[in-house]
């Protein structure tokens, strides 16, 4: 299972996007970009370096790497409707996108982790594939044997129904959650202009 093992901290300073959740990434202590020459003057980005720029921030964010990315692009571009919506719509409905949703980890990665080593179910069987798609009605909850591992429950604490997405239900208690409908654009809390992403491709 690929994954991005890099360091972060670059990745984010690069790209000026904080591509990764936790918040030591929110407010890094160099707001330029990395590189040996330091806060200099940068070139202007081209038409292409910014389409890139956001495909490489929508990549990261959702911890794709290129190929998986370049698949969900041809099958958004294949489905009826906007393309880029449909891309969005397929990486927020990753089973590891889901658990980070649903506040049963405080990042995707570590959402991604859980899903791994075999702590979520989906429908009462252990679902360990992170880009497994979750449809509409699926019951998503965290394992018996994993109900006390600290960083699930230190995660759903922090969950607070101001900040709870309108298409996904959550049951704190029972550690228990659903989408219960595919996301509209409008309904998905990510600053991305995906239509960049589809020029690129385009070309």
Request: aromatic content about 8%; charged content about 30%.
């Amino acid at each position: 299972m690929a994954r991005y093992i890099g360091p972060r901290a670059k990745i984010c300073r690069r790209f000026d996007y904080p591509t990764f959740e936790s918040p030591k990434f929110m407010k890094l202590r160099k707001s330029y970009p990395p590189g040996e020459h330091g806060p200099t003057s940068r070139k202007r980005l081209s038409d292409y370096g910014i389409q890139l720029r956001e495909k490489q921030r929508l990549k990261y964010l959702y911890g794709v790497l290129e190929k998986q990315f370049r698949n969900y692009y041809k099958k958004a571009d294949n489905q009826e409707g906007v393309t880029g919506h449909n891309l969005l719509k397929m990486l927020e409905v990753r089973l590891d996108n889901i658990v980070y949703r649903l506040g049963f980890a405080p990042t995707r990665r570590a959402a991604r982790q859980l899903v791994s080593h075999r702590h979520i179910l989906v429908n009462g069987k252990i679902v360990n594939i992170p880009s497994f798609q979750v449809k509409p009605g699926q019951i998503i909850n965290v394992k018996d044997k994993s109900k006390r591992i600290k960083l699930i429950l230190n995660s759903v604490k922090n969950v607070s129904s101001d900040n709870t997405l309108s298409w996904i239900s959550l049951d704190k208690a029972k550690l228990e959650g659903s989408i219960l409908h595919i996301p509209e654009r409008e309904e998905l809390p990510i600053e991305i202009n995906e239509q960049l992403v589809v020029e690129l491709y385009s070309k």
